[in-house]
């Protein structure tokens, strides 16, 4: 266990550095520069643009701006092109935001899911399973954002509440149970639709696995001992159909970033998601190479962690 974890860590290192250099060099190559110090801004004069650039390190050569970059970004000193605020106090900020869409999202995903994936596996070929499935299908499809705006219309017209932020606008005085509750309703419709495809995509996995469970031969073997179906199926068959599970757990930790970017943005909560997609418009390069670091981290820790959990449920990976 240990030389494979020394083995992973080292080459995710690797990924990890390369992945900078190229995030690094591709925000650059795009056109346009940041805001504050457009050249195409009336209110800077030449002599002030040059005095920006100066300030901000952009007239050094590209390889001395990746090193500074990096140096400011692990001692805390890294700042914002926009309000010159401190990067890691703003991401900090706003991660505090984005945790309860994340974690909310995350606990509707693997407690529909994995259910609704086992009982269409189990009802195979029924009124339930050719129902669901189109079901599921409708969700994959559909864009995200517009069932968020179909979701955002219904909620409106039908119950006459709001649903953008993260409170209702008007209500700062109200009492501390209220408030709770009035911010409770205002997390549920966001999770809910970051959730929805999650759902439709993770069932889909836990069925077609669930289904090669059944028809293996250790399951026929269960059966024709005179098991009970239940035992077979949660005892037998259960540890195998965990295996989707863990290989897209990988991929639900960096959606606290990535997934986030347009379902923060329509409902307007102000999260990490919605913090990327300002820093984009305004050609923030510290916010935006900040958090594609951080998402890649993620996304190589969730993959790692899955590669751990792969080896716990099913023994024949360590070998």
Request: charged fraction near 15%; hydrophobic fraction near 50%; aromatic fraction near 14%.
């Amino acid at each position: 266990m240990l030389p494979f974890l020394v083995r992973t860590a080292w080459k995710k290192l690797w990924t990890l550095f390369f992945i900078s250099i190229i995030s690094f060099g591709i925000i650059h190559l795009a056109p346009g520069q940041p805001s504050q110090i457009d050249p195409l801004n009336p209110r800077f004069t030449p002599q002030q643009l040059e005095r920006y650039r100066q300030a901000f390190g952009l007239d050094q050569p590209l390889y001395v701006q990746y090193a500074r970059f990096y140096q400011q970004f692990f001692t805390g000193e890294l700042r914002s092109f926009k309000d010159n605020q401190p990067v890691f106090g703003k991401i900090v900020e706003r991660t505090r935001n984005s945790l309860p869409l994340f974690i909310l999202g995350t606990i509707l995903i693997w407690c529909y899911a994995f259910p609704l994936g086992i009982a269409t596996a189990v009802r195979r070929n029924t009124l339930f399973d050719r129902s669901t499935t189109v079901l599921v299908f409708a969700l994959i499809s559909i864009p995200g954002f517009y069932l968020a705006y179909l979701a955002i219309i219904f909620v409106v017209q039908t119950f006459q509440v709001d649903v953008i932020g993260l409170r209702t606008f008007g209500r700062e005085g109200i009492g501390p149970w209220y408030a709770m509750m009035d911010r409770t309703w205002h997390l549920v419709l966001p999770s809910l639709m970051g959730a929805a495809a999650g759902i439709a995509v993770l069932s889909r996995y836990v069925r077609s696995q669930r289904l090669a469970v059944i028809s293996a031969d250790y399951v026929r073997t269960a059966r024709s001992k005179g098991l009970d179906e239940d035992r077979v199926l949660y005892r037998h068959a259960l540890r195998n159909g965990l295996l989707p599970f863990v290989t897209m757990l990988g991929l639900l930790i960096p959606g606290l970033i990535g997934g986030s970017v347009i379902f923060e943005t329509i409902f307007a909560w102000p999260g990490i998601g919605r913090l990327g997609y300002e820093a984009i418009l305004a050609r923030d390069y510290p916010v935006v190479i900040s958090i594609n670091f951080i998402a890649a981290v993620l996304t190589l820790i969730g993959t790692l962690v899955s590669d751990l959990l792969y080896m716990l449920v099913d023994p024949r990976i360590r070998l």
